[in-house]
């Protein structure tokens, strides 16, 4: 089963309105933590955003911010006052469990969501 | 600057060669990770490695093998059991026991000759 889900394959906003990303996951886990990463086409991955399970709050980071709604199991990535630069893929990402085998990060990505940001 | 340093940018395979693909990061991170990329597809994790002279398998290890004699290096290297290794390699970093994103580098696109 697949446990990071994105369904929008690709996704086109006006400059300088907001977009919502949509990220659903599967997990049995209490404690796991989801980021979103931006690919741009030169392929670089950056990390956007971090939200862990037990945050009580939604975590923001300057135009970013994630809607997180545990009891849905989504994390959708919020991109307020879009610019023609944040046109890019963007990945949803998870992390399950404090530890795997003695403390590395397995993430597991969404197959991602391709922005188009129109003048 | 620290980051993460991957060569060659694009890389030629002939068909039943091994090639080597170079990930070095300067950012004192215990832990690394190789990643293929296909074309409309999310990241698969190859291999993994939390200290140096350690590593793990990951989801799609096979015809990949990889080594870890030194902290700041972790060499991918593709070899000719890998039937269909035309890919985007993402090499990554983190620091051990932490919610700390993974760091990654610019990536190696491999293609067969």
């Known amino acids: 089963a697949q446990k990071i889900t994105q369904t929008q394959p690709g996704m086109f906003v006006q400059e300088k309105e907001a977009v919502t990303l949509d990220c659903t996951y599967d997990?049995?886990?209490?404690?796991?933590?989801l980021f979103w990463y931006k690919q741009p086409s030169s392929g670089e991955m950056i990390f956007l955003i971090y939200?862990?399970?037990?945050?009580?709050q939604n975590a923001t980071e300057g135009r970013y911010s994630l809607n997180f709604q545990k009891a849905r199991k989504s994390a959708n990535l919020v991109i307020s006052a879009s610019q023609l630069g944040d046109s890019a893929m963007y990945f949803c990402?998870?992390?399950?469990?404090?530890?795997?085998?003695?403390?590395?990060?397995?993430?597991?990505f969404g197959k991602g969501t391709k922005l188009t940001v129109n003048p | 600057d620290g980051g993460i340093t991957q060569s060659p940018k694009y890389l030629f395979r002939k068909e039943g060669q091994n090639v080597t693909l170079s990930c070095e990061q300067n950012?004192?991170?215990?832990?690394m990770y190789w990643y293929r990329q296909d074309p409309g597809q999310g990241l698969r994790l190859i291999y993994y490695?939390?200290?140096?002279?350690?590593?793990q398998k990951g989801d799609i290890a096979e015809g990949y093998s990889v080594s870890r004699e030194k902290k700041e290096s972790f060499p991918l290297t593709v070899t000719s059991a890998q039937k269909n290794p035309t890919a985007f390699y993402l090499c990554?970093?983190?620091?051990?026991?932490?919610?700390?994103?993974?760091?990654f580098g610019d990536g190696t696109r491999l293609s067969i000759l």
């Open positions: 490695s939390q200290i140096v002279n350690d590593f």
């Open positions: 990402a998870m992390r399950e469990g404090r530890y795997i085998q003695g403390g590395s990060e397995k993430l597991v």
């Open positions: 939200q862990g399970s037990y945050d009580e």
């Open positions: 950012l004192n991170h215990d832990a």
């Open positions: 997990t049995s886990d209490q404690s796991y933590g």
């Open positions: 990554a970093s983190s620091p051990f026991y932490s919610n700390q994103p993974q760091h």
